[in-house]
């Protein structure tokens, strides 16, 4: 596998600290390295007075905290760890940081449904519609929990409906695969897709299983109870360069379950 490099975006809230957990259980499994983010909010205000802020006794305790996390992090799970902080637009930065880091994935925290200060639905969901790579978001609540089951939602079908790190996740840890689609069962492109599939799964000797939402239903809602039935911890799912305005319910599911929201076609 090649290596890949984790962005985790904190405010040193409990939600980020899951985050942060969940990307260092991953970095280690697959020897990966993890940023840890912290990106000061800053009017637009002139250089001298950024100057000021940046020196400001807040933000050095910020910076020493992050400094405490990554020395700990870095001699308790030998996981290759580092820090970043940056000053001014929350979502321009953490674009900007994800270009220059040369990130493969952002983890970001929330509070969940009942969400407060930035970590909020509204608040995750025009994150991920910020960067272009792929996002995992965590909850406050979420369990740690071995990946036994993953859930793949497809609403819309890419070309590739099976991601190479979702099956390097599925190898790794021999999940069982759980292809949800909301599309018609015995469409032309959905069985040839299916049967595609289903012969790569084959090769890996990987189990796997297909089932379809009924368009009749709440497709979210019958998601999520899916995703909880089969105890899954993470659901995946593609936005396909589209907005994910209409995918708040699953990013801050009442479940608690991780999600990771490619970007693709």
């Not at 409990?14 to 259980?25: G, H, P």
């Not at 289903?198 to 299983?209: H, P, V």
């Not at 801050?252 to 693709?264: K, Q």
């Given at each position: ?11 040193l809230t ?12 991953l ?10 983010l ?34 700990q ?21 953490i ?56 859930i793949?939602y ?14 390097e996740?599925?190898?790794k840890y ?9 599309e ?8 040839e897709i299916?049967?595609?599939t ?12 297909f ?13 999520e ?6 105890k ?11 907005p994910v ?6 990013l ?13 076609n």
């Open positions: 596998m090649e290596k890949k490099k984790f962005l985790v975006a904190t405010d409990e939600a980020s600290d899951r985050a942060l957990k969940t990307a260092c259980l970095a280690s499994e697959f020897n990966n390295e993890v940023i840890l912290h990106i000061f909010e800053v009017a637009d205000v002139d250089e001298n007075a950024k100057r000021i802020i940046a020196s400001s006794f807040f933000n050095r305790d910020i910076k020493h905290q992050l400094r405490e996390t990554v020395e992090i870095a001699s308790t799970e030998k996981v290759q760890i580092s820090y970043l902080t940056k000053e001014g637009e929350l979502f321009n930065e674009k900007k940081a994800t270009s220059e880091t040369g990130a493969d994935i952002l983890f970001i925290g929330t509070h969940g449904v009942h969400g407060i200060q930035h970590l909020t639905g509204s608040f995750i969901a025009k994150t991920v519609n910020t960067v272009s790579i792929p996002v995992w978001i965590t909850q406050k609540d979420t369990p740690v929990e071995r990946y036994e089951n993953l793949i497809i609403d819309e079908f890419p070309e590739e409906v099976l991601n190479p790190f979702t099956l996740l599925a190898k021999s999940c069982d695969l759980h292809f949800v689609i909301t018609p069962a015995n469409a032309f492109h959905v069985t299916i049967k595609k289903s012969e790569k799964l084959d090769a890996e000797e990987l189990n796997y299983t089932t379809n939402i009924s368009e009749h239903t709440d497709k979210l809602k019958s998601l109870e899916f995703a909880s039935g089969k899954s911890p993470l659901i995946i799912t593609n936005r396909n360069n589209k305005d209409t995918m708040v319910q699953i801050t599911n009442r479940h608690h379950i991780e999600v990771l929201c490619l970007n693709s």
